[in-house]
């Protein structure tokens, strides 16, 4: 077989699935679909300190560790949430999309608490394997500990939002 017919034998089958194998709600074809694209939910207001939790969460320079999309994913789960895997900063505004009480708030940052505990454990027993990246992992390790005080704050100046109130005159 010729390298060539190889080649052009791949180049007609990725026409035909951008053509034919994907489809929108109406059956009509789509090119090019971007599993983290999102819909319109992802667009929908979020409370204020959704914005700085993302930004100091998602960035291990600034955290200490990285949460991957599955870490979030499994904290949803123990909140008993569903939650779809798409970017990691989509997946941490679903999932404080709603907030309205502390105690929701709580849980969901015991949780990643939870992962973080475990990032410093490893980080932990690798500084220790490994004594001249100690001073890399101690700094990592106060990184987090900084996180989850964070979290703390978010807690204490979290107001609650009670679904029967009328809402704020203008």
């Known amino acids: 077989m010729n390298p060539h017919d190889l080649d052009d034998l791949k180049a007609e089958f990725d026409k035909f699935v951008r053509e034919k194998c994907t489809i929108d709600e109406n059956g ?9 694209a999102g819909d319109p939910v992802d667009d929908e207001p979020v409370p204020a300190f959704v914005d700085e939790l993302e930004n100091k969460l998602l960035a291990p320079s600034l955290s200490g560790v990285y949460l991957s999309r599955i870490d979030i994913k499994r904290v949803a789960q123990a909140l008993d949430e569903s939650l779809p895997i798409k970017e990691r900063k989509k997946m941490i505004k679903a999932l404080f999309r709603h907030t309205t009480t502390k105690q ?4 969901a940052f015991d949780e990643i608490n939870k992962h973080i ?7 932990r027993d ?20 900084k996180t989850k005080k964070m979290f703390d704050q978010i807690v204490d100046d979290f107001e609650e939002i009670d679904p029967t ?6």
Do not use: C, Q, S
């Open 104 to 107: 929701y708030l709580r849980d």
């Open 28 to 36: 009509n074809p789509v090119e090019n679909t971007d599993p983290d």
């Open 165 to 170: 109130e009328e809402p704020m005159p203008i």
């Open 126 to 145: 690798m500084a220790e394997a490994f004594p001249a990246t100690k001073p890399i992992f101690d700094e990592h390790i106060a990184k987090a500990e």
């Open 117 to 123: 505990d475990g990032r410093i454990l490893m980080y």
